[in-house]
């Protein structure tokens, strides 16, 4: 992974951070514009790189996220296979974003982890020591959706993750980050 990251401009051992922006449904999905104030907020609290992560799929979601920041980032949407994305999570000083399979991944290699977590049943959350991980629940109005309804309802019906605060998550990154950094 090291060597996949000098390719992209980053040194060994230079401290990074992810965000995997993407998520199986757009009902757990967060704004770009919140992703990109987070990402351009902790590259410069952080001193570290962002690295955006994600399936081919995800491109158009990166793209409009890097596009509105002020910092460069490191792009390795669609680039890494299932144990390149394992280092690349064990690698960083926080992983982040919503409720998704690469959040689990990302607990389960120890990575520090903030996920925002909104209709989906709370029991479906990454498990990880409390230390390390940040669950954003935000889904106060409303019962948690099976997953045969995930992302069929009308948008208006499910602003859980959107109403999450771009402060709530600067705030859980940069607690987890200093547990270990």
């Known amino acids: 992974m090291d060597g996949y990251l000098e390719e992209k401009g980053i040194e060994p051992g230079q401290p990074i951070f992810c965000i995997h ?14 992703w990109a104030v987070v990402a351009d907020t902790l590259v410069d609290q952080l ?85 390390k991980t940040c669950r954003i629940n935000n889904r106060h109005r409303l019962p948690p959706l099976p997953r045969s309804r995930l992302g069929g309802d009308n948008p208006d019906f499910h602003p859980c993750v959107q109403e999450i605060s771009v402060g709530r998550v600067l705030e859980a990154a940069r607690r987890v980050a200093n547990q270990l950094w």
């Open 21 to 34: 922006p993407g998520s199986g449904t757009w009902v757990k999905r967060w704004n770009e514009r919140n």
């Open 47 to 131: 001193d570290a790189q962002v690295v955006f992560t994600g399936g081919d799929h995800e491109m158009p979601i990166v793209r409009e996220i890097t596009s509105t920041m002020t910092h460069r980032a490191c792009i390795a949407v669609g680039d890494t296979q299932i144990g390149q994305l394992a280092a690349l999570f064990a690698r960083s000083q926080v992983v982040l974003g919503p409720d998704s399979g690469p959040m689990h991944l990302a607990v389960a290699v120890g990575a520090p982890t903030v996920t925002l977590f909104g209709p989906a049943d709370p029991w479906n959350l990454p498990m990880g020591t409390q230390r």
